[in-house]
């Protein structure tokens, strides 16, 4: 599909769910709901975006809605690059998974769900990638403290860790 | 009591001593490869499912050199940030560097200045040298060619001190800034890489003639991990992966940045997308950035090395002794950085490994809110299980090998 067909033929096909944002740098974007998201990828894929570029999470918090599903897709003939930003829910995210779609996003999914927890309805296994099985917690979430669950604690007792002389038992 | 036919029983089932037993088919033996298997090039975990020695299936594990770099870099100014985004791909930092400065310089709006923008063109291509060699040095390992090893990395040595003279540091040199470069190319620049380029092509000849029509190394990968075009599009691969399937897509022709546009360069495409084809095109590639280096060796412009603008880039260390303004500039940049346009872009380039590309938003501040990479190892790691299913366990080595994968990247 050529770069400027798209506008048109997605507003003609997607009345509601699908809100076509400003493009400042040269890549078409929308926001999607997570309802309208699969016939939106199906139709894209159809019409020729063959290559599914990247799936990202990012985490706007506090403020609402909180997570957007960043989806790039690129069409390798015609060379059109297109954006979809899916806002799930703040609690409990929930966005369909596309892995049936394009098997790469398969992985990528899997990276969005251990980083943010967004949790991709119907992917085949949907497990932590990139932290141990048993982590509690996603990192990626911005009140997630930067050097994890410890860092309150660390910060509580790293004076006492790093002092060098024994502690004078009286002032005075 | 009843004799029980194995095959009957359900593939996973509690046995009456309550252990969970898990079968796959009969005769399938389940085999785990790595974290530490040095033919993975890293810390790759593969989970083989075969059926005497051909690969039934295969499942990738990664996330082992899991560093967290994305949420590091969301606390580190937008300067900062690129020191920790060089160690994602640590065999080609400065593709990586330039990826994430080129989508800063488009939410701020500056463009570096002639010099600065045939620089990068220029390390950029020297790393890719740099990264294909290593590439290539290991592959032969994997494959038995060991002195490819020793041939290779000496050549990739070569480059890596002219990164050495150049930046100050051999790998991760952080060299790439916004707003242009760290600091002035050296004097003698033009004559170091003048000197390598001389000897490359007899170099590269010497290394091809050691390859190409080797037999063991012609059986090894001849029809070997093939992978057709569709599938390597459905995949996500991209770079030299993908051109080995036969789709000419290469991020530099089909998005031109920087000096690309005006270089006279070929984009080698392969056929079959077999190991053989992934050899050959880096083969090819490294012809092709040694006639990059030459056009922009010859049109390198002299000038200015980085934009003139204060609240962006350091002042010279001579004003900020002499001048008042300056000495603020140059604190102001080194304890706060400078704050970035809101908003979100998205910036591709052709790294070595394929199109490295930087989601970057912004909330307005002197930090970046999110980076997001698409880390084109990770997609072409998670094509591997399409490339092995059905060859033999011998070849998951030459597989994995010419994939290329670098885990600092796939795992960030």
């Given amino acids: 599909m050529k770069p400027e067909e798209l506008q048109p033929a997605i507003a003609g096909r997607f009345s509601n769910g699908v809100e076509p944002l400003e493009t400042p740098f040269d890549i078409p974007q929308y926001r999607v709901d997570p309802e309208a998201l699969l016939p939106l990828l ?67 999914e899997r990276e969005v769900y251990d980083l943010f927890g967004v949790r991709f309805s119907g992917h085949p296994n949907l497990t932590r990638i990139m932290m141990p099985t048993d982590w509690a917690g996603h990192p990626l979430r911005k009140d997630y403290p930067l050097k994890g669950p410890r860092e309150e604690l660390e910060a509580r007792y790293v004076a006492e860790k790093n002092r060098y002389h024994a502690p004078r038992l009286a002032e005075g | 009591m009843a004799k029980i036919d194995p095959a009957d029983l359900p593939l996973e089932y509690i046995d009456p001593r309550g252990y969970k037993v898990e079968r796959t088919k009969d ?128 050549m990739r040595e070569g480059i890596l001190d002219i990164f050495e003279e150049t930046t100050g540091a051999r790998m991760n040199p952080s060299y790439i800034r916004v707003g242009g470069l760290a600091k002035d190319l050296p004097d003698h620049f033009v004559e170091i890489v003048r000197a390598y380029l001389d000897k490359f092509p007899k170099r590269l000849a010497d290394l091809q003639a050691i390859l190409n029509d080797n037999p063991i190394f012609l059986d090894r990968v001849r029809g070997v991990g093939k992978i057709s075009a569709e599938k390597a599009i459905a995949y996500g691969l991209t770079g030299p992966n993908l051109r080995a399937s036969g789709v000419a897509y290469d991020v530099r022709r089909a998005f031109p940045y920087l000096a690309y546009p005006e270089l006279d360069f070929e984009v080698p495409v392969g056929s079959t997308g077999d190991v053989w084809d992934r050899y050959w095109v880096r083969m090819r590639e490294l012809e092709e950035s040694h006639k990059i280096c030459r056009q922009v060796l010859e049109r390198l412009p002299a000038g200015p090395w980085r934009i003139d603008d204060r609240k962006l880039v350091l002042p010279p260390k001579h004003e900020v002794r002499e001048k008042m303004e300056s000495l603020i500039h140059h604190f102001k940049l080194v304890s706060y950085g400078f704050d970035v346009p809101a908003g979100e872009v998205y910036v591709s380039i052709e790294s070595p490994r394929g199109e490295i590309g930087y989601y970057i938003v912004s909330n307005g501040k002197n930090k970046p809110w999110r980076v997001r990479t698409r880390p084109p190892s990770f997609y072409n790691t998670f094509a591997i299980p399409e490339m092995i299913r059905g060859e033999l366990v011998a070849d998951m080595v030459a597989v994995v090998a010419s994939v290329d994968p670098v885990f600092g990247e796939v795992d960030r």
């Fill in chain 2, 27 to 154: 005769d399938h033996m389940i085999i785990s490869i790595g974290p530490h298997h040095p033919s993975t090039h890293g810390v790759l975990r593969l989970i083989l499912e075969l059926d005497g020695e051909t690969v039934v299936d295969c499942v990738p594990e990664v996330g082992f050199l899991h560093t967290g770099i994305e949420k590091t870099a969301e606390n580190l100014t937008w300067e900062q940030a690129i020191t920790v985004i060089d160690r994602m791909d640590y065999l080609s930092p400065l593709s990586n560097n330039l990826a994430y400065v080129l989508g800063v310089e488009k939410l701020l709006g500056v463009e570096a200045p002639p010099r600065a923008v045939y620089a990068r063109v220029l390390l950029a291509e020297l790393q890719r040298m740099a990264s294909h060699l290593a590439w290539v040095g290991t592959t032969g390992l994997d494959l038995g060619a060991q002195s490819m090893f020793f041939y290779a990395f000496d």
């Fill in chain 1, 42 to 108: 199906e139709f894209l894929k159809a019409s020729g975006f063959d290559m599914l570029l990247d799936v990202g999470g990012v985490d706007y918090y506090p403020r609402s809605p909180r997570f957007e599903v960043v989806y790039h897709l690129l069409d390798t003939k015609t060379r059109a690059r297109v954006r979809l930003r899916c806002t799930p829910a703040d609690d409990d995210p929930v966005v369909p998974t596309a892995s049936h779609l394009w098997p790469s996003a398969n992985p990528a």
